[in-house]
């Protein structure tokens, strides 16, 4: 990666923001992000909450639309304040997810920001701590991604504003959080089944995916004497207004890996809880995974067939988090 972004050791703001265009807004997407509806003995029935994240704040990045959203509303929907932090030009679609926590009873701060610039990092976290004066709950993501089909046309200053965007950001933040974060508090990142099975169609964003599990991974047991929880989701791709492909590249997209906002979401709620609390942490150092039931989006079908990913440090087994809603419904 170019250095010519940095001085002294800190990486400086680039000048092209962080531009999403060609869909236009996700408040034009038809899709489900408030609520889930989980499969039961019953048949299909709305996600019941129990109030576990009441009187827990969370601060989520790029938390406007898709599932950052359905995360945002289910957290509310458990008992927390939030803080979402979103690019400026995507202000109608932080009022809906404004709207959307309102409606479950919880509070949100928008906090419009474009963090490539790390000053804008921090000054994220010390509006969120004016406001609530700690974190419980810090959440990572989602990452930007672009098509190259060809590696040789990569554009290097592109790649440069990529791991600005997917790396140093989700670093910045979270150095800037740790100092308001106690003891049982939770990083979530979100990351991409990519990262574990590669695609020949994005080997940057790869990287970056990649980047961020090794730092999961290692921010985990450097936290863990804090008893600071850190995991990583990795979903499938998700039926949500992509703005980095083509609206030909979109035809059809979703279809059959089936997964949406909603049935990703319980998951979160389960690692920002304190149901992923208790002696797993002891079973050794390997991360665990959990996976569900599904296959890859990007013409290469997953061999084990996982939909979605659930990488947890010290946290709760693997049928815990499968009873907890992952690619529940």
Not at 165 to 170: P, W
Request: hydrophobic share 35%; glycine share 10%.
């Amino acid at each position: 990666m170019s250095t010519k972004g940095s001085s002294g050791g800190q990486f400086q703001c680039v000048r092209e923001k962080q531009a999403q265009c060609f869909l236009g807004s996700d408040r034009f997407l038809k899709i489900v992000c408030e609520s889930i509806f989980l499969e039961s003995r019953k048949g299909l029935g709305e996600y019941v909450p129990a109030g576990r994240l009441k009187g827990k704040t969370a601060l989520i990045i790029d938390g406007d639309s898709g599932i950052s959203r359905a995360i945002a509303s289910l957290f509310a929907r458990e008992g927390a304040d939030i803080t979402i932090v979103f690019l400026r030009e995507e202000m109608q679609n932080a009022e809906n997810t404004k709207a959307a926590v309102a409606k479950e009873g919880g509070k949100c701060l928008l906090v419009p920001s474009d963090l490539t610039d790390t000053a804008m990092c921090k000054d994220a976290i010390d509006k969120h701590v004016r406001e609530y004066a700690h974190i419980d709950v810090l959440v990572n993501g989602p990452p930007r991604q672009l098509l190259c089909n060809d590696p040789a046309q990569i554009g290097l200053d592109k790649v440069e504003i990529m791991f600005r965007h997917n790396v140093l950001q989700m670093v910045a933040v979270t150095k800037y959080a740790l100092p308001y974060m106690k003891k049982g508090s939770s990083i979530i990142n979100t990351i991409s089944t990519v990262a574990f099975y590669g695609t020949s169609k994005m080997v940057d964003f790869v990287s970056t995916r990649r980047a961020i599990v090794s730092f999961a991974r290692s921010l985990s047991k450097n936290l863990k004497a804090r008893n600071i929880r850190v995991n990583a989701v990795a979903p499938d791709p998700a039926h949500t207004w992509l703005r980095s492909v083509s609206l030909q590249q979109m035809e059809g997209f979703g279809k059959s890996s089936g997964v949406e906002p909603g049935t990703v979401a319980p998951s979160y709620v389960f690692l920002a809880s304190e149901d992923n609390v208790g002696e797993d942490a002891e079973l050794g150092e390997d991360v665990q995974a959990v996976q569900c039931l599904g296959h890859g989006e990007l013409g290469e079908r997953r061999e084990d067939g996982g939909e979605m990913g659930v990488e947890s440090e010290h946290g709760g087994c693997a049928g815990e988090a499968k009873d907890a809603g992952c690619g529940g419904g």
